[in-house]
C-alpha cells in the first residue's frame, strides 16, 4: 500500500523587511499563493486588511496604500513608511505545506520556523513582537519559550535568549475570515504601537 503523498514544500518567497532602526517586528504565518499577490510584498493579498489597518491608524485613510485604477499597491510607499515608522515585516514559517490548496492558517503545517535569532541580529534596537494571528503566536510562543498571549496581551521575556528581553503580543488576524471590521482591527494595533513607541 503506498502512502499519500506529501503536499510540496514551500519555502518563504521574500526576504526578511527589517529596517536596521526597526523597533517592532510583526509577524504573519506565510503569504497566500502567488496568484493572489497584487504586489511581491507582504500581506499582498488586496482581500487582507493588513495594509487597510495601516493606513487608518498612521493617515486616517484606509485606502492610503492601495491603487485604485490598478487594483495593486503603493509598494514604494509602503517600504518608505515602514523604514520611517521603524516597522519590520516578516513571517514566522520559513517553510511550509499546504494541507489544502488555500491560504487558511488551519490547514498550514509549518515544517521549519523563522530564524528568530537571525532576524532580531539585524534589528538592535527591536523589542516588541506582534504576531499577527493565532498560529504565530503559538511559533514565537515555542521559539522564546513563553506562553501564548491572548489578543491584546503582551508576554514578557525577560531571561530571553535572544541577547535582549522581548515583549510579544497577539494581535487580531487581518484576514477578512477573522470576523472584526478594520477599524475595531485598528484599535489593537494602534495600542500596541503606542506601547512600542512607534507612535
Not at 94 to 115: C, G, H, T, Y
Not at 134 to 161: C, F, M, N, W, Y
Request: charged share 25%; hydrophobic share 35%; aromatic share 12%.
Amino acid at each position: 500500500m503506498t502512502s499519500p503523498q506529501l503536499p510540496p514544500l514551500e519555502r518563504h518567497p521574500f526576504p526578511p523587511f527589517c529596517p536596521p532602526d526597526a523597533k517592532v517586528l510583526l509577524m504573519g504565518t506565510f503569504p497566500p499563493q502567488p496568484h493572489r499577490w497584487a504586489m511581491n510584498f507582504y500581506y499582498p493579498n488586496r482581500t487582507n486588511d493588513f495594509w487597510r489597518v495601516m493606513g487608518i491608524i498612521f493617515y486616517d485613510d484606509p485606502l492610503r496604500f492601495y491603487q485604485s485604477d490598478s487594483k495593486g499597491y503603493r509598494e514604494d510607499e509602503i517600504r518608505t513608511f515602514l523604514t520611517e515608522k521603524g516597522i519590520a515585516l516578516h513571517d514566522t514559517g520559513a517553510a511550509i505545506r499546504r494541507l489544502r490548496d488555500n491560504a487558511s492558517d488551519k490547514f498550514l503545517e509549518i515544517v521549519e520556523p523563522v530564524d528568530l535569532g537571525a532576524l532580531l541580529d539585524r534589528m538592535p534596537r527591536c523589542r516588541f513582537i506582534g504576531t499577527t494571528g493565532e498560529k504565530a503566536a503559538q511559533v514565537i510562543a515555542g521559539l522564546t519559550g513563553s506562553d501564548v498571549p491572548r489578543i491584546g496581551e503582551i508576554v514578557d521575556v525577560r531571561d530571553s535568549h535572544y541577547g535582549r528581553p522581548l515583549h510579544i503580543t497577539r494581535l487580531p488576524s487581518t484576514s477578512r475570515a477573522y470576523p472584526l471590521s478594520p477599524v475595531k482591527k485598528a484599535e489593537a494595533y494602534r495600542a500596541f504601537f503606542h506601547q512600542a513607541g512607534v507612535i
